[in-house]
């Protein structure tokens, strides 16, 4: 099989010629270095690139304006009920959003009373990849689900605060959210997308719970899936965090496959668990974490983890990675190299 071909198998929950190896991304590493394309060789990557042609939540016609105060930068939206505002500040280290565009719900008011014209994707990045990795591993063209908006739109606090205070304000923000991205992930397919990696979920799980998961996630999130199976692409989903109260939901989203089902303590996967709940409906992707276990332990010992959650998750249904994170470098590179060796040998 070609590692394309072995990702695909995995994905509709069947047996490949051996378990998928799937870094997320190419980490830290360089398209153009040899090293990167003895890596891709060896190992079977999931890796996702935007998809462009502008915001499908707000839409073409906000007026915006940019300036700067110091080390400052303030965007200034123009609604037409009142202006709105988003504000970064840089350091010699980082740029942080300090102030986010919505404080509360009257503020969702006024998001969805604006005129809202749709863009059109462009995915021309997608393509352009796709055909420079060919064969060797999987590109998806990432993308936000409905509550990325919300997630977005509000601080950490006050996005926790309006589920609290004014559930409905956020059900129809997510609402409208998705009704929008149907219509975006349509165009995407019918211009040749044919997989998506979904991120968003994270958000109701960690923050807000499983009730907020049910409604701001399986139900809108389950739309768009069956938008993407429909054209025959490959859905994807990406949820950090404590992820076994969510596997009946996610099970019944239509999902081809989810990633990371970190370990404890990072996360609550109880791999076995998980396995039996998820056999032959969505496939497992995961779960070494990348900095804590890829990019510090021993070969030995990455190599034992590798036997074990090949024997509890695999051999159908799963692609053995990290933690999606795509933060390691060469050495975590080396280490899933390792892990390809021991998926041959499990064959």
Same mark, same amino acid.
């Given at each position: 099989m070609t590692s394309r071909e072995r990702i695909e198998c995995a994905f509709s929950c069947e047996t490949?010629?051996?378990v998928p190896v799937s870094p997320f991304t190419l980490g830290h590493l360089s398209l153009d270095d040899e090293f990167t394309w003895e890596f891709i060789r060896a190992v079977d990557p999931l890796t996702d690139t935007g998809i462009g042609g502008g915001n499908p939540f707000l839409g073409n016609n906000i007026p915006v304006d940019t300036t700067t105060d110091g080390n400052r930068t303030i965007y200034t939206y123009h609604f037409p009920g009142r202006d709105l505002r988003s504000v970064f500040q840089t350091t010699d280290i980082t740029t942080g959003h300090i102030e986010f565009m919505c404080k509360n719900a009257d503020d969702v008011e006024v998001l %969805?009373?604006?005129p809202y014209e749709p863009p059109e994707p462009d995915v021309k990045w997608f393509l352009d990849l796709k055909e420079r990795f060919g064969d060797e591993g999987m590109v998806l063209g990432g993308s936000g689900t409905a509550l990325c908006w919300?997630?977005?739109?509000f601080s950490p606090e006050d996005f926790c605060l309006l589920w609290a205070d004014a559930p409905d304000a956020m059900i129809e923000m997510t609402r409208v959210a998705n009704e929008r991205l149907c219509v975006w992930y349509e165009k995407a397919c019918q211009a040749g997308v044919d997989g998506f990696r979904l991120c968003g979920g994270e958000y109701a799980s960690t923050q807000l719970g499983p009730a907020a998961f049910k409604v %701001?996630?399986?139900?809108p999130d389950r739309e768009v899936t069956s938008i993407m199976r429909e054209h025959g692409a490959w859905v994807?989903?990406?949820?950090h965090g404590p992820i076994m109260r969510y596997l009946d939901m996610m099970a019944d989203m239509g999902l081809h496959a989810v990633d990371p089902f970190e370990a404890i303590p990072w996360g609550d996967c109880r791999m076995p668990e998980a396995k039996a709940t998820l056999k032959g409906k969505v496939c497992i992707v995961g779960n070494l974490d990348d900095m804590e276990v890829l990019e510090k332990r021993g070969i030995d010992e990455i190599k034992a983890a590798g036997r074990l959650l090949i024997e509890e998750a695999g051999p159908d249904g799963f692609c053995l990675g990290g933690t999606a994170s795509g933060t390691y470098g060469e050495r975590g590179a080396r280490a899933f190299m390792a892990l390809a060796d021991v998926a041959k040998e499990k064959a």
């Open positions: 490949p010629d051996r %969805l009373s604006a919300a997630a977005d739109a %701001l996630c399986q139900g994807y989903y990406h949820n």
